[in-house]
């Protein structure tokens, strides 16, 4: 038998439920050198959580993070909260010496974010492990496309293209969720899911964007206070209006350092998208394209092969030979959003085992929130903005 | 708490390994009146199935499957074996009381289905349930074409149109799994593909198969035999060749009881179709499209709007007023194939707790079986061939 | 200045007038050996056809076709007339020593287009130049199709999938026009559209149909008489009824003399689609598709390339390399349904400039009518039955 | 019979070729009050233009543009030469009286188009009427995409997202051709294709760019020197290299004075891409999409509708009831590239024989060139830089 990684989890909404679903399967579907177990579930209020432990499988729970991240039960700390608390907790779990998975954004500030990534470096020195949840870097024809990336199959990248289009917030009678107030959430789509579109672009070029022009819009500016909420949903309380104080778009040009152009653009106001996460990269020898909403399929474009028959092949990344897949089930038999989150979990645990630093790092996350904060700046002031780099060149 | 509903499982290879995930999912996904417990997995091989449990998360292993039945620890027998050894596990599971899930095809035989339909219908009098695992039908998409069709939306169906396409074996080396051999597997391509098309299209047009013309065709003829396999994967063991005995493809016309007109078509020699399960519908008011190898979208004509804006609608079947889909994640996020079965246990669940019988019955999957006898029986004969009908009009 | 070519076109109705745009344009776009001079167009009604030769741009007109095949001044007829004059108008003209294109299909019984072909095969040896009129084969994209399977990019053929989906007649109240009536139209959806697809897949698998089994339907079965109609389109007048005399569907299965099975599907009566010719080939080495309402594309998938890379390649078919293209735009300027055409006559000016046969020749024609044919008769005896071959083995 | 309108052209290279085959077939697929007459082609090369008209079709052929525009036989000149030339000879039409289409970009500078602007002002007032050739606003599924903003389909516009991208040049080989010359071109992708985007989306969404934030990218900075060069083909000439002089590239972000906010990029470095002038308009109401790439289709999704059957519809702009088509083929018999020519001198015509303003406007074209004015601005002083406004607001 395989030793025990015994996990406590902090927050119990969408990304809490999505990390349950990881938890508990990935060491049926991967042989992994360590047994996740599901240990302590943790939130703030003690009938919530006791509900949520029995709900999503956990053996315990308890409404005291700080006695959690200490307890000698525990050999990692996986957080699910909205980002206002994230810096805390993980600076307590890092110092206590737990390993720790923080959901993205790693803070709500570039300040937090470069305290916990300097911690994340400290602990690192005595074998303790962290990393960010970008979890879309583990979506199967994701990896594929950093592989192809990596091999040279596009060539030198002349044009990055990325948006994160969704529509949840349209009717402006949806609610003021958290996800709506900077104190919460730090900021709007662009740290919720502009985030994804920043890291998964450096991920797969292997290019950090070195500065930004922006623009950010917030389209409806109150909205009815909320009775209650889950997941994504919400529903209204009355005629009680509150101001919407992040942004509802983030658009941005950017150049990366490799000397790629970009555009950017993240905005819950695109109607009819729902989660239209979209990466295109066009090199000197091909192009690459992904769509989340098919998330299964990846679009190459070899401009290496005969003319007459070259085309954006549609690559269904279902296959034995695909990233991940194998674990899984017989070609053609698609995965959906969850596995990119057992795929994060698997890779997680076999880091640890290994004594490797996972990806992405805290430094690699402060930099996500270097570009977010340059995007911020930008729109601001109007003028490009350099972005601050904290990683080494690859 | 909810009482258990404690599960034995025979056979723990790819079918086990999805119905494993289905069972320990469930009940975090779904709040359900009854909870299930991976009790008991059974197979032949007492190492493997006792690495099979550990892996796949069973907390049993026997390889006593008549032991299993009649066992008191056990209220459902989850049969995942060949489709030779279905008739005898599920005869002796209900006449034990135990309900039943059975995977398809229900049986190799007319005859042995029959007796299972037989036995369950019996069974029911005892408030034991059997249903038959035709996954497909729990795809959300294929639910809502099913809702679709039955209020109404697309009118009076014309034309049915379905194929399942795979390339498992084109190359020629690829090896002489049971698969292939109809002692086992009953038939090829037809009852292992063709058997869901022909259960997935009378599920969704309400209306059954009455008469076939068919073709079948067996495009290699002998193999090498095999040395292992592993789901659908499997390696050759060097030049030894064994005869295939069942068909690589089946194409047949039909004709349905409610006036539609329809081409079937099973194959796994469809180069680059990976798991192309398609299934278009023509009404006299509209059009219905689905294909499994883009299992989050439905595409949908409506041509009772207005004319110039009339075209195939792509349903993203993501959103929380979708069959199944409010258990899962935000809009957008779309599900797997695994979750067909997840949704699959989930309505047995609730059925068994609400005294219902579940769909499809043993008596459907009869009839199904009907069909492939029917096909089978007219590619011999070369002869248009009527199915014998057991279901009563719905 | 090259010669001249000059047309006599009878017939000026929809194909009139797509012919009419092929013979103003093709000396434009192409640099040809021969100029076409658009002298007479024929028609029954005078007024109707000195209208037809301002509209379509015809140097003069006559209502005598006997005259005009005779006519010294004529070197070509163009039959563009329903198919119940077909035999009579290119008997005489092949007979007067003109070279003759002909709609498809090529006439409305096999014996008529028997006594056709012979008639061609005669004057062929006289120098005199005959082709039947398929013009999908000339479609950049299924040319393209054509000599990627001549190359063996595909290998040997096992599948042929191919349909013709349209809509037009869905609604019950519209009129019964020439084209419902067998004694001008022949037969219905098999004629009209199935003869396409029948030698679309004839022509590019370079295989012969040997035996078929079909069905063929009408769904509406009386309809209003029509008051006055245009291209597919008409009105009805009143109530008067008259009955649909040819089907509505026609759908066969059928095996190739090179190995291949098949299915084929023709129907007016497909919701939603509009002009659906669609034909997909899996070869032992990869696959080919081409969908009619995406006519600039052709998808080709390789399975000898990189295994993680394959995938449908969705090749636009509008670049200088590709067949007939060099002669239009800039590459990505797509083409439309009435290139065919004219390439259709730019192929028949080459070959009768260079004393070559044209494809597809009459014999070419009768072999799809062969098919046609033996539809019927299976569809009427319910019988599987073999098509005569009148084509030797390429 | 209809009044003729005489055509003089000037140039005869990609653009001419295009307009002669627009002029060419115009009378012949829609019932016009004019008929226009190729009379006279105008090029530099005596040899080479007699050889064009020959090609194009048109009845005579001059080296001098002067007299061409000044001549009584003449009544419309339809300028096709690089931009560098247009502004004088439309402003030498205009004041012999002749109506003019001029094919974008009206000019190579602000100033010139300015100029260009005011003499069309002045000429209105004597029945003179003046075109720029923005082509794209007559596919009929643009065309659509305008009808159903302008009923309000899909609300109040919050996003423009519109690219043009292409891959031509991708090739550091290839020549330096005139296209990448500033002083003739004017500038690179910008005012090539981006000048059609920026038209485009100001003309279906009715709104006006109001400020931009730009950047300009030239990847491959010197070219070798062309020998000869056909339509965008060309091949080059040894290694003598010059510069390249204008832009590869041109991202940039706006706001309309309706409320949007935009994302605009045209490339000619986007691998395999051909010509994809894509355009995405999300409203508070519904969505609407179009790729030229495939040009016959619009996407258009409506969020007024039930809620579980939206998602977006392809319409298939090829039916009767949509504009330009039912001059056209049957229903799904899709149009091309050339298309866009035919109706937009069709517009002409009616325009014309109507005494009113075609659209657009040579003051259209000149807000069109304002904006690329101020992405210049903005690119070179990474500022965003406001955009003066010509127009009234509609």
Same mark, same amino acid.
């Given at each position: 038998m395989y030793p025990d990684l015994r996990v406590g989890m902090v927050g119990y909404a969408f990304m809490g439920a999505a990390h349950s679903q990881a938890w508990r399967t990935v060491n049926h579907a991967f042989d992994l050198p360590l047994q996740a177990r599901m240990s302590v579930v943790c939130g703030r209020s003690?009938?919530?959580?006791?509900?949520? @432990?029995?709900?999503?499988?956990?053996?315990?729970?308890?409404? %005291?993070?700080?006695?959690?991240?200490? /307890?000698?039960?525990?050999?990692?700390?996986?957080?699910?909260? !909205?980002?206002?608390?994230?810096?805390?907790?993980?600076?307590? +779990?890092?110092?206590?010496?737990?390993?720790v998975l923080c959901e993205k954004p790693l803070a709500n500030s570039v300040a937090e974010?470069?305290?916990?990534? @300097?911690?994340? +470096?400290?602990?690192?020195? $005595?074998?303790?492990?962290a990393m960010c949840g970008f979890n879309y870097r583990r979506v199967p024809a994701v990896a594929l496309m950093r592989d192809l990336v990596a091999r040279g199959r596009?060539?030198?990248?002349?044009?990055?293209?990325?948006?994160?289009?969704? %529509?949840?917030?349209?009717d402006p009678e949806f609610p003021l969720v958290w996800r709506l107030r900077k104190?919460?959430?730090?900021?709007?789509a662009l740290g919720d899911i502009g985030a994804h579109i920043v890291d998964l672009t450096q991920f797969v070029t292997g290019q950090s964007i070195t500065t930004v022009s922006a623009l950010t819009e917030t389209f409806v500016r109150s909205r009815p206070l909320p009775s209650e909420s889950a997941g994504l949903a919400a529903s209204a309380n009355g005629t009680v209006l509150g101001d919407v104080t992040v942004d509802d778009a983030a658009l941005f040009l950017a150049r990366l350092d490799g000397g790629a152009v970009a555009t950017y653009e993240?905005?819950?106001?695109a109607t009819g998208r729902k989660n239209a996460l979209r990466v295109e990269l066009n090199g000197a020898l091909g192009s690459l394209a992904f769509d989340f909403e098919r998330m299964n399929e990846l679009e190459f474009y070899d401009a290496t092969g005969p003319g007459a028959e070259q085309g954006f092949t549609r690559i269904l990344v279902t296959e !034995?030979? $695909?990233?991940?897949?194998?674990?899984?089930?017989?070609?053609? $038999?698609?995965?959906?959003?969850?596995? /990119?989150?057992?795929?994060?979990?698997?890779?997680?645990?076999? %880091?640890? @085992? +290994?004594?490797?630093?996972? +990806?992405?790092?805290?430094a690699d996350a402060l930099q996500v929130q270097l570009v977010l904060d340059a995007v911020e700046q930008s729109a601001a002031s109007g003028a490009w903005t350099d972005v601050e780099t904290v990683l080494e060149p690859a």
């Open positions: 003690a009938d919530q959580v006791a509900h949520a @432990a029995t709900r999503l499988g956990w053996a315990g729970h308890t409404t %005291d993070w700080r006695s959690l991240v200490e /307890s000698d039960e525990i050999d990692l700390i996986d957080i699910c909260t !909205p980002g206002d608390t994230h810096a805390e907790i993980a600076l307590a +779990a890092l110092a206590a010496g737990k390993h974010a470069r305290e916990m990534a @300097a911690a994340a +470096a400290q602990a690192q020195s $005595h074998g303790v492990r596009i060539g030198a990248i002349r044009h990055v293209r990325a948006t994160y289009l969704q %529509d949840w917030i349209v104190e919460i959430a730090g900021s709007g993240a905005t819950r106001f !034995p030979d $695909h990233p991940y897949v194998a674990a899984w089930w017989p070609p053609g $038999h698609g995965l959906g959003y969850e596995h /990119s989150f057992t795929h994060e979990v698997r890779d997680l645990i076999e %880091d640890i @085992a +290994a004594g490797r630093d996972p +990806a992405p790092s805290f």
